[in-house]
């Protein structure tokens, strides 16, 4: 039987990734939404699903802070938290064994109904559920927390799924019981990624700009392939497939690019750089 502790995630991140003091963290990821929504493009209407960064709030906090401006006000049911696993551990699809979250701004409890329920699915069709974890080090779900709070209306509860698998039949498997599990009309999907890493800043936008255009194209077998092909880069590749074949079985027809950036942006340094994105997936 799938189970959560009674417990709550403690961070490992606070205080470094991101402030560990409520009101400067509220500040920044405020300052950041509004500089975000600065930048934001007319949208046809809410986005079904985002693609957001995870690299400590000095770096991809801007490029985070205009994904999340797209929804800023929004009231959800249910957030799908997709990212990689960038830590060793065996089993391919992976979920926390808590009952929540916490941050500096409070505590973010986890749908565990809906993460049983998706569980049962995936054992169904792939004989292969949900791998629960505790304590887990993680920062590429916990990273989106600070915005989910400051942008949505409070409420919501996240389904978090971690990935250490690319492997395209499990991650459509995991996609369309997503799209049959959630309503587009009161869930959200986000798609915790970053792009390609440490490579000099015309090599980065190369790669970046095709997988970007894969990501825009809604091809989530394009988005895996990318990387093998050498001509783009996504460390959470997996979760970009998993929320596009969710997003397509929710009617997805386009998709915009809010704002791209890498790190040289940030610190000056553009020979080792890490690539930045906000994407909205719409109707």
Not at 96 to 117: F, S, W
């Amino acid at each position: 039987m799938f189970q959560t502790l009674p417990t709550i995630r403690p961070s490992p991140l606070r205080g470094q990734w991101y402030p560990d003091d409520a009101a400067v963290l509220a500040a920044q990821v405020d300052r950041l939404l509004e500089q975000g929504a600065a930048r934001l493009p007319d949208l046809p209407g809410p986005p079904l699903a985002l693609v957001a960064p995870h690299a400590g709030i000095r770096y991809s906090g801007p490029v985070a802070g205009t994904a999340f401006a797209a929804v800023r006000g929004r009231a959800v049911r249910h957030v799908a938290l997709l990212g990689p696993m960038h830590y060793v551990y065996r089993p391919p699809l992976l979920t926390t064994a808590h009952q929540a979250y916490e941050t500096p701004l409070g505590v973010v409890p986890v749908a565990t109904d809906m993460l049983a329920a998706l569980n049962q699915a995936l054992t169904d069709t792939l004989g292969l559920g949900l791998t629960p974890v505790a304590q887990d080090p993680e920062h590429s779900l916990e990273m989106e927390l600070p915005f989910l709070q400051r942008a949505l209306a409070p409420g919501f509860h996240i389904l978090p799924l971690m990935f250490r698998t690319v492997e395209p039949a499990v991650l459509e498997a995991v996609g369309h019981a997503l799209a049959a599990l959630l309503d587009p009309a009161r869930d959200l999907i986000v798609a915790s990624s970053d792009l390609s890493h440490y490579f000099p800043q015309a090599v980065a936008q190369r790669l970046d700009r095709e997988m970007l255009r894969r990501v825009l194209a809604l091809d989530p077998l394009g988005v895996l392939l990318a990387q093998e092909q050498g001509l783009g880069q996504a460390c959470g590749r997996a979760a970009l497939a998993a929320m596009l074949w969710a997003a397509r079985d929710w009617g997805a027809r386009q998709a915009k690019l809010l704002h791209y950036a890498t790190s040289g942006d940030v610190t000056g340094d553009y020979e080792a750089v890490v690539g930045y994105a906000a994407v909205a997936i719409l109707r």
